[in-house]
């Protein structure tokens, strides 16, 4: 048995390091990722090539950017208000009552030793604002303030991402961390990075690289972790759930009344309170690593 465990513990380190070295090698290739050598060596550009202001009931928010830190605040106005600093030659903007397109471009290098100059894009947008917020950004961080009502897409290749609230929250981050406070519905898919929630609704993470916090998950849940743990301080779930992870260990601080069935190849299982005869199930299976439910 003894030998059997080291045995797989070193096929499971084989595995992730092989599948790591061909995602990036596949990345640079292919010209995507822009993560490279040189995140610290990008500049924020200080040039205010814009500033407007629409109204703010425009239902459809875009941005299409290769390299670009973008905030959004909220403000008690009515209305919404743009800046960029950047390149105006690489800068379009399409203003209209169903879209507020926001475009920005920039040079394409995929390995530099110089500083890359990274565009800045800040939109102040109502505090009550009920729409969709959509994110394509190669590189660059989003920052987003609290909008309940909105509806948020992002697709990243490479930047850190931190939301304050929204209702729904869909990510697609390659390389970078993530971080949002509270959302009724989470989906979130990342290749590496950590991943911080606050008090969730439902939510759904697949990630290959980086460990997984939560504070509260109130209705489901579904991890699937390839390399890293899982750590969620409280549980109330209304529908069954799940956990997948290959390697790390997974912590659960307090649940509500359900069964927990829990399975692990190489590594301890814990489980304090279970309920066998309960309605909800959350169905945890691990690789490699410990299980402990308090």
Request: aromatic share 6%; proline share 1%.
């Amino acid at each position: 048995m003894k030998n059997r465990g080291i045995i797989m513990f070193l096929i499971i380190i084989l595995t992730v390091i092989s599948i790591s070295l061909l995602f990036l090698l596949g990345n640079l290739l292919s010209g995507k990722s822009h993560f490279n050598f040189f995140r610290g060596f990008s500049k924020e550009s200080k040039e205010l090539i814009l500033e407007e202001t629409y109204q703010g009931d425009i239902p459809s928010i875009i941005f299409e950017t290769d390299a670009s830190n973008i905030v959004i605040t909220s403000t008690p106005s009515n209305e919404m208000h743009l800046k960029i600093y950047g390149e105006k030659e690489k800068t379009n903007v399409k203003a209209s009552e169903e879209s507020l397109q926001i475009e920005t471009k920039s040079e394409n290098h995929i390995i530099s030793f110089g500083q890359t100059l990274v565009s800045k894009i800040e939109l102040a947008i109502p505090k009550d604002y009920q729409g969709e917020i959509k994110i394509e950004n190669d590189y660059g961080d989003v920052e987003i303030a609290s909008f309940s009502l909105a509806r948020i897409s992002i697709r990243e290749n490479c930047g850190d991402i931190e939301i304050a609230s929204a209702k729904e929250v869909v990510i697609k981050n390659d390389y970078g961390d993530t971080d949002i406070e509270q959302a009724e519905i989470v989906n979130i898919n990342a290749s590496c990075g950590d991943i911080k929630l606050g008090n969730i609704g439902s939510m759904k993470v697949k990630t290959s690289y980086g460990n997984v916090k939560v504070k509260e998950v109130t209705n489901s849940l579904d991890i699937n972790s390839s390399c890293g743990d899982v750590k969620i301080e409280e549980v109330d779930l209304k529908e069954n759930s799940k956990i997948r992870s290959s390697l790390g260990s997974i912590k659960i601080e307090k649940t509500n009344d359900i069964y927990i069935n829990a399975s692990t190849s190489l590594g301890e299982i814990k489980i304090e309170r279970n309920n066998p005869k309960a309605e909800i199930t959350l169905d945890i299976k691990n690789d490699c690593g410990d299980v402990k439910v308090d």
